[in-house]
């Protein structure tokens, strides 16, 4: 197929949306994650948090918070700019993280996280829309997967943070470099990131759009409804994962506190990363033949999930729930790469950063009480086997519901992601 320069040069602003996103979603999780893989030095510097469940507490404030305000800040970013909501996002956020870093009590702690769930809730919706309406459905699944990379990365990076915090500098200065750094970076995309221009135009002619026709569109599909099961399900392991796997990994195995950081983050995101770029490129593929083709390459994904979830929980060593976690990875990356995409089969374009947001309130706030409660199993002595039961089985009902899903679009296009019209 011969394409034009003018196509050339979109295809290549595409990609460098990503790239200039990249960054952006590497701060958003390495943020979230390097409290959890400090817990034990922040716990000596804030004494008053005492225990396992205030501990629990403050991932599962900060996910409430974020939950709620998901669909808000996707529902601003479909009528306004999105290009404007990341930015503003990334840098109300580092400016908290840089106050966490100042904190002094528990309660002090507690308002940080929240205040954070705030200014986080705004970015991922906005910007998975922009890269879906800069990527078109054959690249729509690998552009999003490279940009959840940069989560990955950052929850890598946030696993090496309990080391910082163990050596002089202590687990304050990781805040401090990390809310500046971002704080610079929203300056930089102030002057490189911009919308798509169609987009841009299209929101300016046509007429407002108000909150209830948008729910009640949204809510109307049952496609739409079971990918909001869909995608909540998997959060209750993968929130888990990331809030409490490096102390799980620290009393089973008895390693110390920037030891269980590393191993609980660095296998998972490395698998992560090959998860995301082979599904990517299997569920673009597998769409030039089927329809459902992301949808499939999803479920298989999660289905990878669930006997590595009952492995870890049961792991007889380090090596074996290594093991676990890095089949695990594989799969979340199958997973993490589609569900925009999937979404795009089921809304139009100006309810894509809504939908999501939607997404994100119901799962996060599953996510929060999942947290929450870890903490109280582990403070009444309960076993990791069954905290991972449980999400074993959340897993498994997920790929049901996942396999019920019927896209809008019904034409086998190679357009993958495009949506078009059909039943819902």
């Not at 400016?95 to 986080?120: C, D, F, K, P």
């Not at 090959?274 to 089927?290: P, R």
């Not at 093991?323 to 374009?349: A, K, S, Y």
Request: proline share 4%; with cysteine.
């Amino acid at each position: 197929m011969i394409t034009t320069d003018g196509e050339n040069d979109l295809r290549k602003t595409a990609w460098r949306v990503v790239a200039l996103l990249f960054p952006v979603a590497l701060l958003n999780y390495l943020d979230r994650q390097m409290l959890a893989s400090m817990k034990d030095s922040v716990m000596e510097g804030l004494p008053d948090i005492v225990t396992e469940a205030r501990w629990g507490m403050l991932g599962a404030v900060f996910k409430w918070v974020y939950a709620g305000l998901s669909p808000v800040g996707g529902f601003i970013a479909d009528r306004l700019s999105k290009r404007w909501m990341i930015i503003i996002s990334l840098g109300v956020w580092s400016t908290v993280t840089w106050a966490t870093g100042h904190v002094h009590n528990y309660e002090q702690m507690l308002w940080t996280r929240a205040l954070m769930g705030i200014s986080e809730a705004c970015y991922i919706p906005a910007a998975l829309a922009l890269i879906a309406d800069f990527h078109t459905g054959p690249t729509r699944s690998r552009a999003i997967g490279v940009h959840q990379m940069g989560m990955y990365t950052g929850i890598a990076l946030g696993g090496f943070s309990g080391m910082v915090a163990e050596t002089s500098h202590g687990w304050r200065a990781a805040f401090d470099w990390c809310g500046a750094l971002g704080v610079a970076y929203a300056f930089v995309l102030m002057f490189t990131l911009r919308d798509l221009p169609k987009v841009k135009q299209e929101a300016e002619t046509r007429p407002a759009i108000t909150v209830l026709p948008v729910l009640r569109e949204l809510f109307s599909k049952g496609a739409f409804i079971l990918l909001v099961l869909y995608f909540t399900l998997p959060a209750l392991a993968g929130w888990v994962v990331k809030d409490w796997m490096p102390p799980i990994l620290r009393k089973m195995f008895d390693m110390g506190q920037g030891t269980s950081g590393m191993w609980a983050t660095l296998p998972v995101t490395i698998a992560s990363f090959a998860g995301v770029l082979l599904g990517g490129v299997i569920a673009d593929g597998w769409m030039k033949t089927a329809t459902r083709g992301r949808i499939y390459t999803s479920a298989v994904g999660m289905a990878l999930c669930i006997p590595a979830l009952l492995g870890v929980g049961y792991a007889p060593s380090l090596f074996v729930a290594i093991v676990c976690l890095v089949v695990f990875g594989i799969g979340w990356g199958f997973f993490d790469c589609n569900n925009m995409p999937i979404l795009c089969q089921i809304v139009r374009p100006e309810l894509r950063a809504t939908g999501y947001g939607i997404m994100n309130f119901v799962s996060i706030s599953a996510g929060a009480f999942a947290t929450w409660q870890v903490g109280a199993l582990r403070d009444a002595g309960h076993p990791p086997s069954l905290i991972f039961s449980i999400c074993a089985v959340a897993a498994a009902l997920s790929v049901v519901l996942v396999l019920l899903i019927r896209p809008r679009m019904e034409s086998r296009t190679g357009q993958g992601g495009q949506c078009g019209t059909g039943m819902a």
